[in-house]
């Protein structure tokens, strides 16, 4: 999965992908690319909502780790997450 539009703020971008992979409502996903060197989420999913935890290395040595919470859509037969920051730290 990618990105195709972003905050303002945000470092994810177009060139970040993301694999997923779910266990009954269990969700992860590790993802790279852009300026993300590393970067892992573990979550829950309720219904039509994705609430997570994630974990990042930026390829110029910061971190970044926080909460968010995803609106989940079908669209066109694929999925889509509409994400809400929830707060972050940088390191």
Known sequence: MN???RAGN???NQSTIFTF???DHIV???Y??????KGFLVGTLHQDKLVFS???LQTDG???NGNSECD???HNGKIRLVEHFLGFQKW
């Open 72 to 74: 989940v859509f079908l």
């Open 54 to 56: 994630y974990c990042q």
């Open 3 to 5: 990105v195709i539009e």
């Open 28 to 30: 992860s996903a590790a």
């Open 32 to 37: 790279s690319g852009g300026q993300i060197l």
């Open 10 to 12: 945000g470092v994810v």
């Open 62 to 64: 910061k971190m970044d």
């Open 21 to 23: 992979s779910q266990t």
